[in-house]
């Protein structure tokens, strides 16, 4: 009950706030500024906007600085402040305690932290004392502070996932970026990676090996962990809500292609133990993937219905015989040419009756779209509901993550979040037929199924 009578208190803010700018409005007979129409700054309408009472009544964003919240959320998962302040309790800890395991300024560590505490990422329960809060908590490792703070390399170790992969986005994925622009100033054909220019390097992401063996093997690891930390933010039965697994013939190959440490085969095999799982991935993830299995679903390994094979998935694809061919977070990586040469040899490896299971998000338009112009649309389960206006098509900024992993995709990789006729575009070129789409509750993740044409 207290949390909707907080909900309700906000509705009412927000409700408050827009009286406030009509009245001031009203009174003096002026239409409010369109946020669709370009500022003038000589319409008297927007000198109104200094009226004071406006003024307190908008709500601002200042965009252009918002790379500190990913900035300080590096920091603060590096520095394992969410394991101090679990050990600290609800009353939290002053910030001269929080910055002495790793001896950091206490005074920026909490300019740092107020930073969060303002985006509801920690509390600062009284001047410069801070605890967690629900938001910051899914950051936690699980382990004591000490452990965390003792051995760098296995902090993520075993945890959701959810920290590996912030630090991940944070770190390489906020370095990228902020070349974009840079990046197409100096190629205005948007083939230039950032990636490339932050890291002043000609090497593609996944073949990058920069710095120390042991540097390269944090990140590789950390990259690992943080893709089963997608899953944690996404519903745990969501590869459930969609393609059929229980229709698969005993012993089915489901072929998890560039499955890193295989955590959805591993899903899918765990409800389904007459599967069999092929995963494939490049050298150091499948080593990682081995120790994961050993650990999470030993019973499959003993059946030896798990196969770890070391495999490029730009070469001819060595199973000929799977059931299913199961590509989540893949074609994200990888422009339009590469997908295709991607599915084209899943395309020629596949018998009539293999199907493509691709899980990824499917980029909605901002605008109204005609659906019925879309050969896509007519997909089963295709056509998802949009917002009613005042609200965006796509719900504005409640569906600004599907945006911001689109941003990242190109900036880190050169890949892409595609639309809906984006993904049947490049079945079409591999000879793949989209024959159901499923989206799910409670996530932005979706299934495409497709099957050979
Ligand atoms: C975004 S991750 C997705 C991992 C996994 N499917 C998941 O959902 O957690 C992309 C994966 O593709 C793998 N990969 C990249 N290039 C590859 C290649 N040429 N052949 C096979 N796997 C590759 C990476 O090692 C990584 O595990």
Same mark, same amino acid.
């Given at each position: 009950m207290e949390n909707i009578s907080t909900l309700r208190r906000l509705a009412d803010i927000i409700s408050d706030a827009a009286s406030t700018m009509e009245r001031v409005y009203a009174r003096s007979e002026m239409p409010l500024p369109s946020l669709d129409e370009p500022f003038n700054p000589d319409d008297p309408a927007e000198t109104l906007k200094q009226d004071i009472e406006v003024e307190a009544a908008r709500i601002t964003v200042n965009s252009a600085h918002s790379f500190h919240i990913s900035s300080c959320l590096l920091a603060a998962s590096d520095l394992n402040i969410v394991e101090f302040l679990r050990e600290a309790g609800p009353q939290g800890a002053d910030v001269k305690k929080i910055a002495a395991p790793s001896g950091v300024d206490p005074d920026l560590l909490a300019r740092i932290l107020r930073l969060l505490a303002t985006h509801h990422i920690f509390r600062e329960v009284s001047p410069g004392v801070f605890a967690n809060n629900r938001v910051s908590s899914t950051l936690d490792k699980g382990k004591p502070s000490s452990v965390a703070n003792g051995n760098r390399r296995e902090r993520l170790t075993g945890s959701s996932g959810i920290a590996a992969l912030v630090e991940h986005t944070a770190d390489f994925g906020g370095k990228a970026a902020v070349y974009l622009s840079d990046s197409l100033m100096g190629d205005p054909t948007g083939k230039t990676i950032p990636f490339n220019i932050a890291f002043k390097t000609d090497k593609a992401f996944f073949d990058w090996e920069h710095g120390t063996q042991e540097e390269i093997a944090y990140s590789l690891a950390r990259f690992a962990v943080a893709m089963q930390g997608t899953a944690a933010t996404e519903p745990a039965d969501l590869i459930f809500q969609g393609f059929d697994w229980s229709l698969l013939p005993k012993n089915g190959i489901i072929?998890?292609?560039?499955?890193?440490?295989?955590h959805l085969s591993l899903t899918i095999a765990k409800k389904y133990p007459q599967l069999r799982v092929v995963l494939q991935d490049l050298g150091p993830p499948i080593e990682i993937s081995k120790n994961y299995w050993r650990e999470t679903f030993p019973a499959h390994l003993e059946a030896n219905k798990v196969e770890f094979q070391v495999h490029d998935f730009f070469t001819s694809q060595p199973v000929k015989d799977a059931a299913i061919f199961l590509l989540r977070y893949i074609l994200h990586d990888w422009n339009d040419a590469q997908a295709i040469i991607i599915l084209g040899h899943l395309r020629a490896a596949a018998q009539p009756t293999t199907r493509l299971v691709i899980l990824e998000k499917i980029i909605p338009f901002a605008s109204v779209e005609d659906v019925k112009r879309s050969e896509a649309h007519a997909v089963p389960g295709a056509t998802r509901p949009t917002a009613e206006? =005042?609200?965006? =098509?796509?719900w504005g900024v409640a569906t600004a993550d599907l945006y911001l992993y689109d941003v990242t995709m190109h900036a880190l990789v050169g890949g892409v979040e595609r639309t809906l006729q984006g993904f049947w575009d490049i079945f079409h070129k591999s000879g793949w037929n989209m024959i159901e789409v499923h989206h799910s509750s409670g996530s932005q993740v979706s299934q495409l199924v497709a099957a050979p044409t």
């Open positions: 072929v998890d292609v560039g499955g890193g440490i295989g206006a =005042p609200l965006l =098509p796509n």
